[in-house]
């Protein structure tokens, strides 16, 4: 009987080492997308060129005087509980002071001419104009350009990247190359058209990049994204594993039936999955289910009925201030709640801020945007089973202290083998370009030279 058991349960473990081990042996390849899916209009197929137009950002004297009636009509607010921060939401006592300084001070001519600061290009990709910013480096021959894609997320912009976009662009010292940074707004985010029916996810898009950067004459590419960017890049490291030359990302996070096993295993034996000075950025995982159930609510409603939620929004700039700066509040630190500013001001100035909420009224792009999450939940979305694939892209996470999750290099490797290395902060939140953008452009050139390094050693073997 004692010798059946023992028997039994060394079969078990067979099993699942082997029901672990068997992606290993024999990866799936990943699935075929159609390089050519049209998102525009269908009167428009065949009649777009693909040339690259400049662009420039314009905030027009009709969009400003409106955009200033509304703040100046905004009804009464309901005012805040007493002795509460941000736990309910955006505290409602700081909203005058805001939709002031946006419709006095914030001065929209200077803005505009910080926007068009870098050269932008619109170009036809798909049915969808695409805008993006393009800076190539100004260096000495002997430095070698190196083209990196940028991806931003939400309720981010590119305006997430001004600040660290001229570190990247020059060289840093110490090393041989500076990158060429091209840096979309997404499909449906900002100055780039939305697709005009259901389908366009994180896949997709990745498609629509693979064409952007090839039609900018990159063939091979190094990426970088956080949010949804982070999601966009996992697809494209999966999708195009020749192409893609390495993946750098602030929101590296693998979510497949593995990782959720070691996850739950972590939970009653942490020391097996992670060190134990970063445990609690883990555990109790009691604290990380209240955590989504108390701070996601937005998502499953954006995944759900995105459209609903729009109609408030893209009608009112108060109420689209409250929604987007309550995430910059909580995602950059989330003892910001207890905050009745919200601590806003401590990583960000107010006009940071406020371009980046300028970029999706202007564009009234809240909705499109929203709609991401919906694409994302969708059944053809999950069928594609991303998370499941492996990618072979050389790869490296920058873990953020307040990032929304944290995963272990052994979780992230389920995916992610060639997870080349990880720096772990004390400090910086989930917009870090934006806020952090020295410490985050250091760490880019530093994954992005081991990642050279792996390839020189990878020809010379
Ligand atoms: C997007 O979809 C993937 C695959 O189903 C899932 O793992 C991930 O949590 C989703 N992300 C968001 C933000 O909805």
């Known amino acids: 009987?004692?010798?059946?058991?023992?028997?039994?349960?060394?079969?078990?473990?067979?099993?699942?080492?082997?029901?672990?081990?068997?992606?290993?042996?024999?990866?799936?390849?990943?699935?075929q997308l159609d390089p050519n899916e049209w998102w525009g209009?269908?009167?428009?197929?065949?009649?777009?060129?693909?040339?690259?137009?400049?662009?420039?950002?314009?905030?027009?004297?009709?969009?400003?005087?409106?955009?200033?009636?509304?703040?100046?009509?905004?009804?009464?607010?309901?005012?805040?509980?007493?002795?509460?921060?941000?736990?309910?939401?955006?505290?409602?006592?700081?909203?005058?002071?805001?939709?002031?300084?946006?419709?006095?001070?914030?001065?929209f001519a200077e803005r505009e001419k910080f926007f068009n600061k870098f050269p932008q290009y619109k170009t036809n990709i798909q049915g969808l104009d695409i805008h993006f910013i393009r800076v190539k480096p100004q260096v000495k021959p002997s430095v070698t350009v190196i083209p990196l894609l940028l991806m931003h997320g939400w309720p981010g912009s590119v305006r997430e990247f001004y600040e660290a976009i001229p570190l990247l662009t020059k060289q840093a010292s110490g090393y041989d190359f500076a990158f060429e940074v091209v840096v979309p707004s997404l499909p449906g985010y900002g100055f780039s058209d939305a697709a005009v029916r259901p389908g366009l996810g994180p896949a997709q898009i990745a498609v629509v990049f693979k064409n952007l950067m090839n039609r900018l004459g990159h063939k091979k590419f190094y990426i970088q994204g956080g949010d949804w960017g982070a999601i966009i890049g996992s697809n494209m490291a999966t999708l195009f594993q020749n192409e893609v030359l390495g993946f750098h990302s602030n929101m590296l996070f693998v979510q497949n039936g593995c990782a959720h096993f070691r996850n739950l295993i972590g939970a009653f034996f942490p020391s097996l999955i992670v060190e134990s000075h970063l445990a609690d950025r883990m555990y109790p995982l009691s604290k990380f289910f209240a955590y989504l159930m108390e701070e996601f609510g937005y998502l499953h409603i954006q995944a759900t009925k995105p459209d609903t939620v729009g109609v408030a929004l893209s009608d009112s700039p108060s109420g689209l201030l409250s929604y987007i700066l309550e995430k910059f509040s909580t995602w950059t630190r989330f003892e910001n709640r207890a905050l009745a500013d919200g601590g806003l001001s401590s990583r960000f100035s107010k006009d940071q801020l406020l371009d980046n909420l300028m970029v999706?009224?202007?564009?009234?792009?809240?909705?499109?945007?929203?709609?991401?999450?919906?694409?994302?939940?969708?059944?053809?979305?999950?069928?594609?089973?991303?998370?499941?694939?492996?990618?072979?892209?050389?790869?490296?996470?920058?873990?953020?202290?307040?990032?929304?999750?944290?995963?272990?290099?052994?979780?992230?490797?389920?995916?992610?083998?060639?997870?080349?290395?990880?720096?772990?902060?004390?400090?910086?939140?989930?917009f870090i370009a934006f806020e952090m953008p020295q410490v985050f452009a250091d760490d880019v050139f530093k994954a992005v030279r081991i990642f050279r390094d792996w390839h020189k050693q990878k020809t010379e073997w």
């Open 1 to 31: 009987m004692g010798k059946l058991v023992i028997l039994a349960v060394l079969a078990a473990i067979a099993g699942i080492a082997t029901w672990f081990a068997l992606p290993f042996i024999f990866p799936e390849a990943p699935p």
């Open 41 to 107: 209009p269908n009167d428009l197929k065949g009649k777009v060129d693909d040339s690259i137009k400049p662009f420039q950002v314009k905030f027009s004297d009709e969009m400003i005087k409106d955009l200033k009636t509304r703040l100046q009509n905004k009804r009464q607010l309901v005012p805040p509980l007493e002795g509460v921060g941000f736990e309910y939401g955006f505290n409602t006592k700081q909203i005058d002071a805001w939709v002031k300084y946006w419709s006095e001070e914030y001065k």
């Open 360 to 430: 999706y009224w202007t564009t009234n792009s809240i909705t499109t945007s929203m709609r991401l999450y919906a694409e994302n939940w969708s059944n053809k979305n999950r069928a594609l089973g991303i998370d499941r694939l492996y990618s072979s892209v050389p790869t490296w996470a920058l873990q953020a202290k307040n990032e929304l999750a944290y995963q272990p290099p052994n979780i992230l490797k389920l995916k992610f083998y060639n997870l080349q290395g990880v720096t772990v902060l004390d400090e910086g939140g989930h």
